[in-house]
């Protein structure tokens, strides 16, 4: 079965250009997740989707980020403009509490470098 | 406030040496889930195991138990007889309600040398 799917697998771009990251769920999880992995802050939740609808997008840091699910099996987080300090390791998770898989499936991340 | 706490922020074995981690939790909640994942040097997140909060039995999978205590509000993993495969990142994490986002503890970085 294949697992979360994140692409690009690694991204580097300028300062003030679009970033636009990308994720397949697990087939039949409603439930996905962005996060955010940086030394400093370590592994802070962005924002989570349930059955295509964001529940909860307190985590995303600024208006310049963004994030939708215009269908159950995909899912983007963009920032535009970016900027160095956004320069982390992304993943995008999921799961599926209504059918008890609790834990999260994590894709490998988009690390993405900002210069 | 740190939810999840590990205290450990690295810890070198030798191989073959046991070894536990430890986490400690904070929340009010009265049904809520933990769970251990590994980030190896390649840097995916890989689930180890979810625990419910009403259910204290402690488990073993080969090499790997863990026990939980909720007198404690800990989580503790032991590694027995660790390898060097072993060697990764060890986040324990917590999800309260009903299995929504987890918050992760800062994580323990594991070496194991021969």
């Known amino acids: 079965d294949a697992g979360v799917i994140q692409s690009p697998r690694h991204e580097v771009t300028e300062m003030g250009q679009e970033v636009t990251l990308r994720c397949k769920p697990i087939?039949?999880?409603?439930?996905l997740f962005w996060y955010r992995q940086t030394m400093m802050r370590g592994l802070e939740l962005l924002i989570y989707f349930n059955n295509n609808v964001p529940i909860d997008d307190s985590g995303m840091p600024e208006d310049r980020f963004s994030a939708k699910m215009p269908n159950a099996s995909f899912s983007t987080l963009k920032i535009q403009p970016s900027e160095p300090r956004d320069s982390a390791v992304y993943f995008c998770a999921s799961s599926s509490p209504g059918q008890g898989i609790y834990e999260q499936y994590f894709g490998p991340g988009t690390r993405l470098t900002v210069t | 406030a740190q939810k999840v706490t590990q205290a450990q922020t690295e810890i070198s074995v030798v191989e073959k040496e046991d070894v536990t981690l430890d986490c400690v939790y904070e929340t009010r909640d009265t049904t809520y889930y933990l769970f251990w994942y590994k980030q190896p040097p390649s840097g995916e997140l890989v689930f180890l195991i979810r625990r419910n909060s009403f259910d204290e039995q402690n488990e073993i999978s080969g090499r790997y138990s863990w026990n939980f205590q909720k007198s404690t509000s800990s989580f503790n993993f032991t590694i027995t007889a660790s390898q060097v495969v072993d060697s990764a990142v060890y986040f324990c994490?917590?999800?309260?309600?009903?299995?929504?986002?987890?918050?992760f503890g800062k994580g323990t970085s594991l070496l194991v040398t021969p």
């Open positions: 994490a917590l999800s309260e309600n009903s299995g929504y986002a987890l918050n």
């Open positions: 087939s039949g999880h409603n439930s």
